[in-house]
Each structure stands twice: as C-alpha cells, then as structure tokens.
T-cell receptor, first 113, second 115 residues
Framework: QQQVKQSPQSLIVQKGGISIINCAYENTAFDYFPWYQQFPGKGPALLIA?????SEKKEGRFTISFNKSAKQFSLHIMDSQPGDSATYFC????????????FGKGTSLLVTP | ETGVTQSPTHLIKTRGQQVTLRCSSQSGHNTVSWYQQALGQGPQFIFQYYREEENGRGNFPPRFSGLQFPNYSSELNVNALELDDSALYLCASQLGVSSGGEKLFFGSGTQLSVL
C-alpha cells in the first residue's frame, strides 16, 4: 500500500516557470518529509526536507509548503532551469519508530529551454 | 558524490540464479539500508543493518537477505531470482539509527536485469 501519494506523474515546464509537485500522506505519525532529486543512472539525492512544526521551508529556488491538517505537502521550484530536469520523489518517515523512508512514485520533470 | 559506492553497476542474471550486491558506506556511517527501485517507481525499503545486525525489514520475502561487516560495508543477497526482481538496487548509509532518515546518503545503485 502506497503510504505517500505523489502527483503529477510527469510535468513539463518552460524555463523560468514554476514547477509544482504535490504529495499526500495518511499516517499522522510521519514527522519528517524529505524531497529527493534523481538523475538518470544516479541514486536519489536529498534536495530539501521539512518537519511538521513549520508550514514552509525555502532553500534557494526550492520551497516546501506543508499543510498538516490536510496531510499534504508540495515542492515548488521557482525559476525552473533545464538543469532541474530530473525525477523528484517525496518521502515520509516516522523518525521515532521507523527506519524506512516511504517514497512516492516520483514525478518526471522536464524543463524546456 | 555521496561517498556511498556500490558494485557492480550493472548485472544480468537468469531466473533461478542467485546474486550478491555490494555496498561501501560513507566513511563513519554505521547504518546501511537497502532499497529496491522498480522502473518508474519510488524506492521500496528492503531492510536496514546497524552494527552488523538487521534492524528492520520491509515487505520482502526471505530470499532477500543481507549482511553487514565490521567495517560497515554491506551485501544484499537474492536467491532464486524472479523476473520481477529486475530493478535498481540502492544502498543508503547514515550515522546511527536515531536520525530517522535524516542525512541519508544513497549510492548510484546496481541495475539488475533478470532474464
């Protein structure tokens, strides 16, 4: 059973545009929500992460918005660049009792020039 | 680069065979996790090793087994390979188990094809 649902499956954005990827979860025990970026032939690399005590976290062009009551979180990529073209995964974990990251199915992002 | 190295990078096996994948964790990291990533899917947790003991296991059958060595490197063994075992196998390391997924570093994976 997929514990983290991610959408859309694929996304095409023009250079300079905003890319938005959404995730939803059910387990209220989850308390750490990372986003990973994966390029072809590489493993996932941590991009940015948030804990539910804040509603937003920004690092450069990447922002996580977190809605605890709706059990949803999203990744916004501002001023998207062709180099951002990759697959993005959201994930969640209950860090108090869990040891396994629960990943979404991924979003393939293509940023066109 | 994360410092987590996996070998081999690619592997082709036939159904019914056995395979061993290897992982060297980042320097100082004593916890290693293995994930299976099928094509077009997110990684799925297989198991985690901490100080040479299995610390947790996902929903994978017993023919998936592992080892961790005193230098914290790790192996993933899969017996009686099935076609559905074809996937990218990812190793990830971290320092300790209490970090709960924080500072988890993935290797580039081993692409296993089962024919």
């Amino acid at each position: 059973q997929q514990q983290v649902k991610q959408s859309p499956q694929s996304l095409i954005v023009q250079k300079g545009g905003i890319s938005i990827i959404n995730c939803a979860y059910e387990n209220t025990a989850f308390d750490y929500f990372p986003w990973y970026q994966q390029f072809p032939g590489k493993g996932p690399a941590l991009l940015i992460a948030i804990r539910p005590d804040v509603s937003e976290k920004k690092e450069g062009r990447f922002t996580i918005s977190f809605n605890k009551s709706a059990k949803q979180f999203s990744l916004h990529i501002m001023d998207s660049q062709p180099g951002d073209s990759a697959t993005y995964f959201c994930a969640a974990i209950d860090s108090n009792s869990g040891y396994a990251l629960n990943f979404g199915k991924g979003t393939s992002l293509l940023v066109t020039p | 680069e994360t410092g987590v190295t996996q070998s081999p990078t690619h592997l082709i096996k036939t159904r019914g065979q056995q395979v061993t994948l290897r992982c060297s964790s980042q320097s100082g990291h004593n916890t290693v996790s293995w994930y299976q990533q099928a094509l077009g899917q997110g990684p799925q947790f297989i198991f985690q090793y901490y100080r040479e003991e299995e610390n947790g296991r996902g929903n994978f059958p017993p023919r998936f087994s592992g080892l961790q060595f005193p230098n914290y490197s790790s192996e993933l063994n899969v017996n009686a390979l099935e076609l559905d075992d074809s996937a990218l196998y990812l190793c990830a390391s971290q320092l300790g188990v209490s970090s709960g997924g924080e500072k988890l570093f993935f290797g580039s994976g081993t692409q296993l094809s089962v024919l």
